[in-house]
């Protein structure tokens, strides 16, 4: 829902991605740059996710958020998800 946003501060914050558009293969950021980011792969939507829609990745899909996460090596940052994993005895990785 809308009103999570609303805890979610967004001062220095570089991007959020609600990923809750519900089709289509592009997605829009809501704080930071506001940018659209495209599907690589193939991506379905699931409309009864956690909180709304969610993205179906199939595997070795992502979204390209191109200089998005930018940053000097040397610097800190933290990113978080929820993933669900499609079935048992599958893996990936978030990068």
Request: with cysteine; net charge negative; proline share 8%.
């Amino acid at each position: 829902p809308e009103d999570l946003d609303k805890d979610i501060p967004a001062q220095g914050m570089v991007a959020h991605v609600p990923l809750n558009e519900g089709a289509g293969s592009e997605v829009t950021g809501v704080c930071g740059s506001a940018k659209t980011f495209k599907a690589t792969g193939e991506v379905s939507w699931k409309p009864d996710g956690k909180i709304g829609p969610a993205p179906v990745m199939k595997p070795n899909g992502t979204f390209d958020i191109g200089d998005a996460g930018d940053f000097e090596k040397d610097k800190p940052f933290s990113y978080g998800a929820w993933v669900r994993a499609g079935k048992l005895g599958i893996s990936g990785g978030i990068l």
